[in-house]
């Protein structure tokens, strides 16, 4: 069982960059496809982005493709979310999860285990 914490987040003007980081603890880090969801205030959770196990396969939401990208480090337990060119939409407390398989997913039922989450503000 993996355990997931969030950090990175914080406040930045429009058009600023941040890079979240999602550091797990326990075993078998590297056997999970890891994703990044978002939810604002009132919002439903959305899908971000997400990674296979291996970092080859990688996907994003077309809401934020070309601005953001997923990595991972499986050396260091470790998932990152870099984003660029922020905008106020992108306010929202960011979730990473780690997926019940090994491949990655934008299906949220496909996650088992979630972080506390980081607050990423964007302002205007």
């Known amino acids: 069982q993996v355990q997931l914490v969030e950090s990175g987040g914080g406040l930045v003007q429009s058009g600023g960059s941040l890079r979240l980081s999602c550091a797990a603890s326990?075993?078998?880090?590297?056997?999970?496809?890891m994703g990044w969801f978002r939810q604002a205030p009132g919002e439903e959770r959305e899908f971000v982005a997400t990674i296979n196990r291996s970092g080859v396969s990688t996907y994003y939401a077309d809401s934020v493709k070309g601005r953001v990208t997923i990595s991972r480090d499986n050396a260091k337990n470790t998932v990152y979310l870099q984003m660029n060119s922020l905008k106020p939409e992108d306010t929202a407390v960011y979730y990473c999860?780690?997926?019940?398989?090994?491949?990655?997913?934008?299906?949220?039922?496909?996650?088992?285990?979630w972080g506390q989450g980081t607050q990423v503000t964007v302002s205007s």
């Open positions: 999860a780690a997926s019940k398989y090994s491949s990655s997913s934008d299906s949220y039922t496909d996650y088992n285990t």
């Open positions: 326990g075993r078998a880090f590297s056997s999970y496809g």
